[in-house]
């Protein structure tokens, strides 16, 4: 800056001394004391605009229309399958069953079993992940082991340990994608879960009974329909069963004993022949546990629908 400004008086003194060589006396004097009034004010004015600050860019701001960046995806997320698929999984069975008693501590293996009910092929960049609740000592994810294809089975086993505290405890499961979705079972993609309750003293029983009622033929009136009842009974842990069935017109079955090694469900039945012709009353089948405790479990209605 300093040499621009020597470098424009020297030019300003050029000129008036030209100016000088050409005129009279009176006018010299007269051009010269412009020139160098000019030259004062070139030079002035330089030093303010070279005193003036550096003036900063005023910050911008994005409007309304325009896009903000795309948040940067985990780089363990991949895309969506180029064909896109839709993953979707069914609970068809567990072993133990919920509400097994352990003790404080006590390790045990839990038993999933999946029916692939989806469009997309499950393989090892599919994992079951920890969602809530109580993990029990569990790994946060398990890669599976195995390529399951739609409408293909899967059972999956992981290691737990119950918890020390004594009481209910609950963790709650699902699956993730490759791409990152997670999914769960049924018709509401609802989270699986293990179930157990935590006793020093544990006493064990039986905790659920399930019915179901098969005809056969399933339709139609011939001599003789055979109506089966199926009991599907759940015990929470070793246990030695007294049991009888009981039947609206009297016929009952007498005391008969089912011994448990573990947790788990057996599956029992009875079966009633109703002749065409016979009354057209309902009838009713009893399942009822006379020990370690009483219980009696509700009754199953049979429609003669062809009287």
């Known amino acids: 800056?300093?040499?621009?400004?020597?470098?424009?008086?020297?030019?300003?003194?050029?000129?008036?001394?030209?100016?000088?060589?050409?005129?009279?006396?009176?006018?010299?004097?007269?051009?010269?004391?412009?020139?160098?009034?000019?030259?004062?004010?070139?030079?002035?004015?330089?030093?303010?605009?070279?005193?003036?600050?550096?003036?900063?860019?005023?910050?911008?701001?994005?409007?309304?229309?325009?896009?903000l960046p795309e948040p940067t995806h985990s780089p363990a997320a991949q895309s969506a399958p180029a064909q896109f698929c839709t993953p979707a999984a069914v609970l068809v069975g567990e072993n133990p069953p919920d509400k097994t008693v352990y003790k404080p501590g006590e390790y045990f293996w839990k038993t999933w079993t999946f029916v692939n009910t989806g469009t997309c092929t499950w393989d090892p960049s599919y994992s079951l992940v920890f969602w809530d609740g109580d993990r029990m000592e569990g790994s946060a994810s398990y890669p599976f082991v195995?390529?399951?294809?739609?409408?293909?089975?899967?059972?999956?086993?992981?290691?737990?340990?119950?918890?020390?505290?004594?009481?209910?405890?609950?963790?709650?499961?699902?699956?993730?994608?490759?791409?990152?979705?997670?999914?769960?079972?049924?018709?509401?993609?609802?989270?699986?879960?293990?179930?157990?309750?935590?006793?020093?003293?544990?006493?064990?029983?039986?905790?659920?009974?399930?019915?179901?009622?098969?005809?056969?033929?399933?339709?139609?009136?011939?001599?003789?329909?055979?109506?089966?009842?199926?009991?599907?009974?759940?015990?929470?842990?070793?246990?030695?069963?007294?049991?009888?069935?009981?039947?609206?017109?009297?016929?009952?079955?007498?005391?008969?004993t089912i011994t448990m090694k573990s947790a788990g469900t057996k599956t029992i039945s009875r079966e009633w022949m109703i002749g065409r012709g016979d009354s057209p009353n309902p009838r009713w089948i009893q399942l009822i546990v006379t020990a370690p405790k009483y219980q009696e479990y509700d009754k199953v209605t049979i429609l003669n629908n062809c009287p």
């Open 146 to 256: 195995e390529v399951v294809r739609p409408n293909e089975t899967m059972d999956i086993s992981i290691y737990l340990q119950a918890p020390a505290t004594e009481g209910i405890a609950t963790g709650y499961w699902r699956f993730k994608s490759p791409w990152g979705t997670d999914f769960g079972v049924g018709p509401l993609n609802s989270s699986f879960y293990v179930q157990i309750e935590v006793s020093p003293k544990p006493r064990y029983d039986v905790i659920k009974v399930e019915y179901q009622l098969v005809r056969d033929p399933a339709e139609g009136c011939p001599v003789n329909v055979r109506y089966t009842v199926y009991a599907t009974i759940t015990t929470n842990g070793p246990l030695e069963f007294d049991y009888y069935w009981d039947q609206s017109d009297g016929n009952e079955s007498g005391v008969k």
């Open 1 to 67: 800056m300093q040499h621009r400004k020597l470098t424009i008086l020297h030019l300003l003194l050029g000129i008036t001394l030209f100016t000088a060589s050409c005129g009279t006396s009176t006018q010299n004097e007269a051009n010269i004391a412009t020139a160098v009034a000019q030259t004062v004010q070139a030079q002035n004015a330089l030093t303010e605009v070279a005193l003036l600050p550096t003036p900063t860019p005023a910050p911008t701001f994005p409007s309304e229309s325009t896009p």
